[in-house]
């Protein structure tokens, strides 16, 4: 039986025409199934570039047919992860508001109607299966987890969010092969948006919980204990409630920071308050439901079940013997989770495999394509064929050298598991600064991962009695303490580590890197980040790797058995005057004629983008006349001819498309073959 699991919205991305928020459809992707095996998986901004895609997700879905070499028709049905009465009810209320819209549809005939507009295919209505929201929070991480493939496939499962279905929180119980619902919590004691309301003080907003959670150890939770106690009770049977109207009371003490200033103490103070005040509501839900129901084992999920520093805590807690938390647990992981809930309700009985790995997405080519694809690069960078990658990426890295490095198929979900990774040796205490400023240009802050091998990772980290298998980079443990200056790299302010564990089993490839720098230095593991800059998704095609590349600190790049490095230092303005440059396709060009105050009217140029006004950044009138003009094809030397742009006009022109460039708001890319430059 094939079937697919879908997230996200409804927009294609030129448009914008449902105007939906970051709080809504957001992190859209696509996993395909066949008889419980997942074939293909991906997530939409992997593909149409945009962090957290609320888009629609034809891309995603085309991908997966594409690799699994199906069509449309083929498929037995078709899961979204959002129960049918809440969709239709929010479609009403939508419909009543947005008249603009047309005529009110249900689900249904909404999703035929967005299949009919995105691939021409009829599709029947029963083929639709909807899946409450949380359940299938719930489902992603209890299947992931392989629990349900043991003798005793029981265990307790969390999943918290922000909000989904008009709920915020459920607990689950799964017991004699099925899934029940033991509570549910409403949106008004949402611990998701509790968490969000607290950091807009920090400066952040949604999708930033992450850096706070980092910030935290930076701080003393005591001095804002008894106020952060006032924002929420704790009630009996695992119960409690968020007082929204007192995390006011913070105005006594700061205003909002404003973003791109310092951090100061009281910030760092209050991240380590509200990190604490989250454990300590989680904790006693989880404490009460362990002890009525018995469970040993854990699953955990929903945007919350992100924070590793509270999933650390809980499994090193003896609460649970077994906790797991999936690396997609926010609601990109809803596909999966859909789909597989849809499958066992189409096939009861069905024996559901653990999957190994999630590198369901992108593969790159071999090398022999690879070389093909870096050689119209030529101009920017060189590139050799390894006889040995293992040994020389090792040794690179050995010498301080930080890797932009590509493997096989790219991963499911927002952590880079070792095939979409930058890699650095994690003794090396200066790359904390290094490669979040030069690469990742992101706060200071901000610590680092360690992948490790499996089978090691109890010689470095204390890890829990029960298991020693967290492929997922879900959870945070202490680094030993002999270990904790040798570790300078990516050991936290507080001696943590976010770690991975890695089998060969899994990922043969990184395992066998590790391996080889484990060799070399005697340290088995390597620091790991996603391979990106602040302004993008994960890197997905060679593309994007040789892209990022350019336009970071990254020493080296290394797809396949090839190894990159740059002509010069930075891309100048030769060699960027020799790529064509076009619009990302969400992107507006906009020249609006406005007053600058009472008595001043003047032309001002931007460059916006449709799914996030506050992605604006102005531009010049020269590059606005560029941008204009460009199609993709043409060079940027032969559009700067074409504009008769003078010659002490040209560098600060090529500064600003440079600038544009590494914030991904143009793109740019070698000329086609035969195109006349």
């Not at 699991?5 to 199934?33: I, K, M, N, R, W």
């Not at 010498?399 to 198929?409: D, L, N, P, S, Y």
């Not at 936290?492 to 490839?509: K, L």
Request: glycine share 8%.
């Amino acid at each position: 039986m094939l079937g697919i699991g879908l997230s996200g919205g409804f927009d294609p991305v030129h448009e914008s025409q449902f105007g939906f928020t970051d709080y809504l459809l957001h992190d859209a992707s696509v996993v395909l199934v066949e008889d419980g095996n997942v074939i293909a998986g991906i997530e939409q901004e992997r593909l149409d570039r945009i962090k957290h895609s609320n888009k629609i997700w034809s891309h995603a879905l085309r991908f997966c047919l594409e690799k699994a070499g199906y069509q449309l028709q083929d498929l037995d049905f078709i899961a979204i992860y959002v129960s049918e009465t809440f969709l239709n009810q929010s479609l009403m209320y939508m419909y009543l508001n947005r008249h603009d819209l047309g005529d009110f549809c249900d689900a249904r005939t909404m999703y035929q109607r967005l299949f009919q507009r995105e691939f021409q295919v009829e599709i029947a209505r029963e083929k639709f299966h909807f899946v409450h929201h949380h359940i299938a929070h719930a489902t992603c991480s209890y299947y992931l987890s392989g629990y349900h493939a043991s003798q005793n496939g029981d265990a307790l499962i969390l999943s918290i969010d922000g909000a989904g279905d008009n709920v915020s929180t459920m607990i689950l119980e799964a017991k004699s092969g099925q899934i029940n619902v033991l509570k549910d919590y409403p949106v008004a004691q949402s611990l998701g948006f509790y968490y969000t309301d607290v950091i807009k003080f920090l400066g952040y907003g949604m999708f930033d919980e992450y850096k706070v959670m980092g910030l935290a150890p930076y701080g003393d939770s005591n001095r804002f204990q008894e106020v952060f106690n006032s924002f929420y009770s704790l009630l009996p049977g695992g119960g409690y409630e968020i007082h929204q109207n007192n995390i006011y009371a913070l105005y006594q003490f700061l205003t909002p920071r404003q973003r791109k200033t310092s951090f100061e103490q009281i910030h760092k103070d209050i991240a380590a308050a509200l990190q604490q005040s989250l454990e300590t509501i989680v904790f006693h839900i989880l404490s009460h439901y362990q002890a009525t129901t018995g469970q040993r084992r854990l699953c955990l999920s929903g945007g919350v079940a992100q924070n590793s520093s509270m999933n650390g805590k809980i499994a090193s807690s003896g609460l649970f013997d077994q906790v797991f938390a999936p690396a997609f647990a926010g609601d990109s992981g809803c596909s999966y989770g859909a789909v597989m809930c849809a499958s066992n309700e189409l096939n009861p009985g069905l024996q559901v495999p653990t999957p190994g790995h999630t590198n369901w997405g992108s593969e790159i080519p071999d090398d022999e394509q690879i070389a093909n694809q870096l050689q119209e690069w030529s101009e920017l960078i060189y590139f050799e064929l390894m006889d040995d990658r293992n040994q020389t990426v090792a040794q690179l890295i050995d010498k301080g050298a930080v890797i932009g490095w590509v493997q096989g198929c790219s991963e499911f979900g927002p952590r880079a598991l070792g095939n979409r990774s930058i890699l650095a040796d994690p003794r090396l205490e200066s790359h904390k600064q290094t490669i979040n400023a030069m690469v990742k240009k992101r706060e200071s802050y901000r610590p680092f991962a360690p992948s490790v091998l499996e089978h090691k990772a109890n010689v470095y980290f204390e890890m829990p009695d029960h298991s020693k298998h967290f492929p997922y980079m879900s959870c945070v443990f202490n680094v030993r303490n002999e270990w904790q200056d040798r570790l300078a790299a990516i050991t936290h302010v507080d001696g943590t580590a976010r770690i991975q564990t890695v089998n060969r089993e899994s990922n043969p490839v990184y395992w066998e890197l590790i391996t080889a720098f484990g060799d070399l230095t005697g340290v088995y593991m390597l620091l790991n980040t996603s391979f990106n800059n602040n302004a993008e998704p994960i890197v997905d095609s060679l593309t994007d790797a040789v892209v990022c590349y350019l336009t970071t600190g990254l020493d080296y790049l290394v797809a396949g058995n090839y190894l990159m490095t740059r002509k010069e230092q930075k891309v100048n303005s030769t060699s960027l005057g020799q790529l064509s440059v076009q619009l990302p396709v969400a992107a507006q060009l906009l020249s609006i004629d406005k007053y600058t105050n009472q008595d001043t009217r003047q032309k001002h140029y931007e460059l916006q983008f449709n799914y996030d006004p506050s992605l604006t950044t102005g531009i010049s009138s020269l590059c606005y006349q560029l941008l204009n003009q460009c199609d993709g094809d043409q060079s940027i030397n032969t559009l700067v001819h074409q504009l008769g742009v003078q010659a002490n006009e040209q560098d600060a022109l090529y500064e600003e498309l440079s600038v544009l460039w590494t914030k991904r708001m143009v793109i740019m890319k070698p000329c086609r073959a035969g195109v006349k430059q």
